[in-house]
């Protein structure tokens, strides 16, 4: 059994910063990617930035300059480091991990999402 817990949303005024955390455990062998998405209310869930297992990372350019992901091997958890927030940054972010089980099998849990509210 895996489970992933985020933390770290709020409400913040334009300008702000927050740091959203995630952490998975749980029965797996191999962390792979891990992926930050967001949901604005009434729009599809999009992509926000990505880190590979070799620390590669790729942002949206929306946010770019402005984000920064990163991970703690160590801990199994990976962050979203949010610099001069937007308004239309206000969504619900949900936290994506790949992850490798038993070899070969890989599977993508979610976050259960928390809430940044960005106000202007």
């Known amino acids: 059994q895996v489970q992933v817990v985020e933390s770290g949303g709020g409400l913040v005024q334009a300008g702000g910063s927050l740091r959203l955390s995630c952490a998975v455990s749980?029965?797996?062998?191999?962390?792979?990617?891990w992926s930050w998405y967001r949901q604005a209310p009434g729009k599809q869930r999009e992509l926000v930035a990505t880190?590979?297992?070799?620390?590669?990372?790729n942002a949206a350019d929306s946010v770019k300059g402005r984000f920064t992901i990163s991970r703690d091997n160590a801990k199994n958890t990976v962050y979203l480091q949010m610099n001069s927030l937007k308004p239309e940054d206000t969504g619900v972010y949900y936290c994506n991990v790949n992850v490798m089980t038993t070899w070969p099998r890989t599977a993508d849990y979610w976050g259960q999402g928390t809430q940044v509210t960005v106000s202007s």
């Open positions: 749980g029965s797996i062998s191999r962390i792979n990617n």
């Open positions: 880190i590979t297992s070799g620390g590669s990372t």
